[in-house]
Structures are given as C-alpha cells and as structure tokens.
C-alpha cells in the first residue's frame, strides 16, 4: 500500500529483512518504497491503475508493471480497462508487463498473453480456494455470485474510518451494506457504524462485511484447490493453439 509508506516505511522494511525475491507496490507514490526495495537488491513490481502510474513505473526503481484494470477485485482506480492499460504498456516494450483485472479462465490469460502480457496476475479467481483462509460465509457468497453483482465502492473505508485516499475505491460484492450506502461520506462516520463493522467482518455477516471481489468472480463457481485452479488456466496453451488455427 505505497500511499501508507509515505509516512511509515516500516511494513516494507520489516518486509525486505525476509528477503523476498518480489516486492508489489500498489495504489499510489511509489516515490519511498520503489527505492528502497530495488536498491536492496530484490525485483520491484508496480500495480498501475492509469496512464499517469504507468508512465511512472517507466523510472529504473521499477523491473516489473502490473497493469491492472478496473474490472480487477479490491481497491484501486477505477479509470481503465484491462485490455487499453495492457495495450498501452506492451506498446512500450520496455519491461515485463503482468496483466490483472478480470482474467478468470484459461481464455482470459490466453488474451492477455496473445496482447504482449507476460504473465496473467489473478485474484479474484481464488477467492473460494480451499487454502483461502477467507470464511466459509465468504466463500459460498462468492460461488454464488456473478459479473453483475459487484460494485465499486468507498463506503466499506469509510465505515471503518480506513485512511484509504478517495481515489482508491474498491470493487467488491454489492450486498445490503454496499447497496444502501452508496452515498455514504465522511461526515456519515460514526463510532457506531465502525463498530457494527467490525462486528460483521468477525461474524462473516457478509450482507454487511466488505466482500472485495472483481468481475471474474463469475467463474467461481465451485470449491476447487489452488492446483486445480492453475490447472485450469493453464488451458490458454490450447486455447491460443485453437485460435492461431482459426486465423492461419
Ligand atoms: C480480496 C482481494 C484483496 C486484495 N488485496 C490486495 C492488496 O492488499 N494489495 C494489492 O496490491 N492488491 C490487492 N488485490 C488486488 C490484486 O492484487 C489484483 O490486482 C486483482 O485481484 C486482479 O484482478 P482480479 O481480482 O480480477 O483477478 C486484492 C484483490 C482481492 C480480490
């Protein structure tokens, strides 16, 4: 969360003493962590959510760009598609572009990587999985639910008086909460709404918890593992094949 290091670097200090071999920054100034991170040595990600982010994560402090399109699930900007953010970083050519938002099957990673991406950066998709640690509750809503049933929504911060910037909303499931709060503002914050919050996120109450969860969770649809999941996108090999088929 770069906007939280602007004024504490030390989740990403604390981060860099385990030596990970990747570092993903997100959502905002990547002006103190990006440095940081490739100076010690290990490969700095930027998740961009626009052009303007784009064009920064051109700087030599960053070795990888995620573009990452407004259909994704969780927070982040809600200014462009998957498919014109991809196309606008690997017309660069510069870097290994990763590409989220909304790829959800083996067709999807097929497109991304046929667009120049180099890998497909997906989440939503293992929302259910069974190593998820997310609640039950959660897991069987988001079986359930479909590309119509998100929305893109700040209400779920400012109910739990979140210091999120207002331009990073976030796409999750539209339940009562979200659907009733849509207009909900700052001035709106009260003690007692933070506190029924955080009661419905220990209860899994997720008619009122936060639900984040992108476009793709359409194709969620049943209880698989991880490797099945991986499995099944790596299906793209095919698909790809078929398609290179269809237009020789
Ligand atoms: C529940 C959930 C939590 C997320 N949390 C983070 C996060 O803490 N940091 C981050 O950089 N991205 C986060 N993301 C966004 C993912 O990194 C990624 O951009 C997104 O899931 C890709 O789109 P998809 O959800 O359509 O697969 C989260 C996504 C979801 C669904």
Do not use: C
């Amino acid at each position: 969360m770069a906007w939280s290091l602007k004024t504490n670097l030390s989740p990403l200090e604390i981060f860099l003493e385990y030596g990970p071999s990747l570092v993903s920054l997100s959502f905002g100034d990547v002006s103190r962590g990006a440095p940081l991170a490739h100076e010690a040595g290990v490969l700095t990600a930027m998740q961009v959510d626009n052009a303007a982010e784009l064009e920064r994560a051109m700087d030599d402090d960053i070795d990888i760009i995620i573009t990452r399109g407004s259909e994704g699930g969780g927070h982040g900007r809600n200014q462009a598609g998957t498919l014109p953010l991809l196309q606008l970083a690997t017309q660069q050519q510069l870097k290994p572009v990763v590409a989220a938002g909304g790829v959800g099957t083996a067709s999807g990673v097929a497109a991304v990587l046929a667009a120049g991406a180099q890998a497909a950066w997906v989440g939503t998709r293992f929302l259910s999985a069974t190593q998820s640690l997310g609640h039950e509750n959660v897991k069987q809503v988001v079986r359930a639910s479909g590309m119509d049933d998100t929305t893109y929504t700040r209400a779920f911060d400012i109910a739990q008086q979140l210091a999120w910037p207002a331009q990073f909303r976030g796409r999750a499931l539209r339940y009562e909460f979200s659907a009733s709060h849509e207009d909900l503002s700052s001035w709106d914050a009260t003690e007692e709404l933070r506190e029924k919050m955080v009661t419905a996120r220990a209860e899994a109450a997720v008619d009122i918890a936060p639900v984040y969860a992108g476009q793709a969770v359409e194709f969620v649809t049943a209880p698989q593992s991880a490797q099945e999941i991986i499995a099944e996108l790596a299906g793209f090999r095919q698909v790809l094949a078929a398609a290179s088929r269809r237009f020789r």
